[in-house]
């Protein structure tokens, strides 16, 4: 099944985009997987090539970008980011400035971990900005954008995210009445919205696909949504 691609990948020392590096890693339609950090990467791969870069100095060398299939997992929070101008650098600066060196460097796709909620007509700041991501890359030109809104992700942390905790808790006692079409507000793992983001891309062809939370997770079960 070997096409031979090549993959970039941002955030993927994150939880959601280490499983997606993962994933990419093992699948035979990339021959080469590339992740831009600004921290190590700890494992080593013959595929995988590793470039620590500073994110508010991208160079404009093309073949740092030069891939047909973008993911960017790339976030943060505003707690963590420290403010809302920090935290719409690496929500909303990072990923347009990587999505517009790779379409330049000739990439095909753009896969990008958003947000449920996002509107970029939103009051709230956080939905705002992932609406406006949202907004800005499918203005790009892309031949293939790929959104994906998850709710609250789960997975294994070496962080400890207060707000995140109380919401997985709170969530989990709700869990059993979110049925129908509330079964987006279900927390979703994040290993779960990785396996979608790196099998969609190779179900879809061209065009603007946006997935909601329920819709990540019949997809990653190999369910028609
Ligand atoms: N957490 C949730 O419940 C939730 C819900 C809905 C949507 N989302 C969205 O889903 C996406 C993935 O979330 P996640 O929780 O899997 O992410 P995460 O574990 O917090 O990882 C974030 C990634 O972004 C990188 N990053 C953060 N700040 C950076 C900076 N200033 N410069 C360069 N890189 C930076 C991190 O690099 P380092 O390892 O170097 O820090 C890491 O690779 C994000 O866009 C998030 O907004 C999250």
Redesign the pocket.
Known sequence: MSENKTALIV???????GYCLRNLLKDDHYERVTAL???PIPHKNPKLHTIQID?DRLSNEADLFDAHDVFC????TIAK?GSRAAFR???FS?PLAIAEKALAAGAHSFSL????GANHNSRIFYNRV?GEIESAISKLGYNLVLIYR????TGS?SEVRFG?NIGEILMGLINPVLIGSLKKYRPIP?ETVALTMTNQVNVESTGRHIFESDIIVKLSLGTKP
């Open positions: 955030g993927a020392t994150g939880l959601t985009g950090t600004r921290s994110f997992c790339l976030g943060t980011a650098k690496v929500d990072y971990i958003s947000s449920m992932k998850p709710s609250l992700l942390r995140e994040a």
